[in-house]
């Protein structure tokens, strides 16, 4: 008898124990179950939705390793430590195993914290409920570590995992139910409740916060300043970095979000593994770039003089709005949740478009913080209900008018 | 016999907790998420509903036979409206800050549906006794609710609780803050105030099944 078989009848022996859904996740994880269903038909498929959820860890995972290295990097160069590096996305400075050892020992307690409270919640529910785990977690537990600044205080992202999952998701009944999408919920929550670790120019690189608090200590070091692009163009401040380093994601930001280029490479496999919708994603940029051209003309047509204090970011080239703050990010893997997203086809292109529109006018007018992509995402959510009933009822309208002329 | 009857008591201690404006009858929700950041400013407005739905209450109720049906919402307006007017004066006259804090709300206390609602469903059908004790009931369920919302919203939103610093000071870096503690900045916006009172709705229907409506 083996360890399934083994573990198989230790599920029968202990089926009425309250603990029982929590030792079903773990063990679905690695085996197929031996129960079947009883009734009805069922389709049997491969992608059930812990494998939906694996994939797409797996297209975040380059992003994630990326941001340990990023993380390092910035450190050291902010420190002095090392050269900036220029030999593109390749850089001997880049990847080096002392900048992955300074980032991994950062990111690696964010992913742990993020999972650990995430999962100890949607147990807990689950036991009280007497439901299976449901494993919605799984994505959002590696979502949130890579959308935080590197210094986010621990004990404030388990105060706001907590919060996500319970009002973002468990209040309305848990994965499959949620209006917003608990990872932007949770980043949401902390850029509201705890502002100073979520903007300006000490949050995004390793140690600059704990140099501030040594200035004000009153020791003799120099401050460090890691301001992200968005950050300098929003203060009308010239950009030190080349569009190449942006596309690369050699530049500061949240963890996980600064690499145009690997986001791009996890957003083609998810199309390719039939995960993510394409028409959100496509839209969405197409959205940005509309955007992105009309704040360009009104720069152009000169409405907007160089005095103003949003030229900065509208003169920026409409294309690069792409490449900078979380935009990619948001686009490919959050505007794409499918419980969260419009369902239907039409209905999925009318919601990328607004994201990708909203992201870059949000960005572009929030006096207090030049990102707009979580909030342009958040308000989609809570339309994208709106957004379906009414393409479901043109479609239904237009049938009816092809039956009735059928009739008639 | 006592001063107040078993079925008198009742009209005190429903609203508190089974009848709740609040919670139950979701009334009075938009003082209930503007006012509350501070603890102060909570008990206020709780005292002040006190004060004008108590009173109104019994001005309404030994009306309630010469009233014309057709002008008593007028009536009933001019009324909270004298009450409020003092209420207003008062403040404005002994707190001056307070009053600033709590801005117009004071006024509003007059278009606040709890009031209307208490002068329509019971003052205007019920004697000045039992209508006494039904807005002194029902104000105190509401600002029971006003309190505990403020109460969680200073404490975690500004660490100090009427105003005293119990966690610490944040500048000094003393208490909680010490060891890296922050205060909780969504919780002085009013959203948190409709998540918190969300809570407490949560909690009351979880304990009370009979609560939960379909």
Known sequence: MGLKQNLHNFKEKNKDKKWLPAFSAIHTFLFLPNETTHNGTHIKAADDLKRTMNTVIMAMVPCLIFGMFNAGYQHHLAFG?????????????????????????????????????????EILFAIKNSHEVEEGYLVTGMLVPL????????????????????????????????????????RAFLFFAYPTWMSGDKVWVHGAVERDQMIAAGQNVDAISGETILGSLAQGKEVAYSVWDMFYGIIPGSVGETSTLLILLGGLFLIFAKIGSWRIMLSSVVGALIMGLIFNGLVSAEVISEGSKFYGLMSTEFWQHLLIGGFAFGTVFMATDPVTASQTNKGKLIYGFLIGFLSIMIRVFNPAYPEGVMLAILLMNVFAPTIDHYVVQGNVKKRMKRLKAKVA | MGLISKKDAKLI????????????????????????????????????????????????????????????????????????????????AFAYELSKTLSVFVGLIITNCIIMGRFEAFALANKPWQSFLDGIGNAAGYGLILIIVGFFRELLGSGTLLGFKVLGDPIEKTGLYAIGYENNGFMLLSPMALIVVGIIIWIQRSRNKALIED
Do not use: H
């Open chain 1, 81 to 121: 430590e090392i050269q900036q590096a220029t030999g593109g996305f390749l850089s001997a400075e880049f990847w080096t195993l002392d900048n992955f050892s300074v980032g991994f020992w950062k990111v690696i307690p964010l992913v742990v914290v993020s999972y650990v409270v995430g999962l100890a919640i």
């Open chain 1, 147 to 186: 959308i935080v600044p590197i210094d986010t205080p621990l004990w404030m992202l388990a105060v706001a995992v907590a919060f996500g999952v319970v009002i973002g998701k468990e209040v309305f009944g848990g994965t499959g139910m949620n209006i917003l999408n608990p990872a932007l919920t949770i």
């Open chain 2, 13 to 92: 201690t429903d609203p508190l907790a089974d009848n709740n404006p609040i919670t139950i009858q979701v009334l009075g929700i938009c003082s209930a998420l503007a006012i509350t950041a501070e603890l102060k400013a909570s008990i206020v407005m709780a005292v002040s509903v006190l004060f004008v739905l108590g009173i109104g209450n019994v001005v309404i109720s030994l009306m309630r036979n010469i009233i014309p049906s057709k002008i008593r919402i007028i009536v009933q307006l001019v009324v909270v409206a004298a009450l409020v007017i003092i209420v207003d004066q008062v403040l404005k």
